[in-house]
């Protein structure tokens, strides 16, 4: 699971610590504040800013897809598996063809819309007239 860079993160006692100030004290525990998972300090390289990495062995990937430092595509790809899997479940609508107004007891086909009444808010499957279709 690919995690962004953290330049924060908390140290033993709660407080929040940049990466910068924590270098001066290596070999600490620094855990994230957002899901509390335990970083590894990074000090950087050729320019680059100290940075904390997630232990993803310390902590299990439903909290990691919680934590606000998840690459935003993996999350996004979460979201989408999780959507197809609920509209694979789904029921194919099937289209009503024939109506019955029970208002005004007309039979008409099409549209859910009675041209007596001008309104289909009365009208009904009709299913005898879908079986004789068949």
Same mark, same amino acid.
């Given at each position: 699971?690919?995690?962004?860079?953290?330049?924060?993160?908390?140290?033993?006692?709660?407080?929040?610590?940049?990466?910068?100030?924590?270098?001066?004290?290596?070999? /600490?525990?620094? !855990?994230?504040?957002?899901?509390?998972?335990?970083?590894? +300090?990074?000090?950087?390289?050729?320019? #680059? %800013?100290?940075?904390?990495?997630?232990?993803? /062995?310390?902590? !299990?990937?439903?909290?990691?897809?919680?934590?606000?430092? +998840?690459?935003?595509?993996?999350?996004? #790809? %979460?979201?989408?598996?999780?959507?197809?899997?609920?509209?694979?479940?789904?029921?194919?609508?099937?289209?009503?063809?024939?109506?019955?107004?029970?208002?005004?007891?007309?039979?008409?086909?099409?549209?859910?819309?009675?041209?007596?009444?001008?309104?289909?808010?009365?009208?009904?499957?009709?299913?005898?007239?879908?079986?004789?279709?068949?």
């Amino acid at each position: 699971m690919h995690m962004l860079k953290c330049y924060i993160a908390n140290n033993r006692d709660g407080h929040i610590v940049t990466a910068k100030d924590a270098m001066q004290s290596p070999g /600490r525990v620094w !855990t994230c504040s957002s899901c509390g998972c335990q970083l590894i +300090l990074h000090a950087g390289s050729s320019g #680059e %800013a100290p940075w904390f990495e997630h232990d993803q /062995r310390t902590v !299990t990937t439903n909290v990691l897809m919680q934590c606000t430092h +998840l690459d935003p595509e993996v999350k996004a #790809e %979460a979201r989408c598996q999780k959507l197809r899997s609920i509209i694979g479940n789904l029921d194919a609508p099937v289209m009503v063809l024939f109506w019955h107004c029970v208002w005004c007891g007309n039979h008409y086909s099409g549209k859910k819309h009675c041209t007596s009444c001008g309104t289909g808010i009365y009208s009904i499957e009709e299913t005898d007239k879908q079986s004789d279709a068949n």
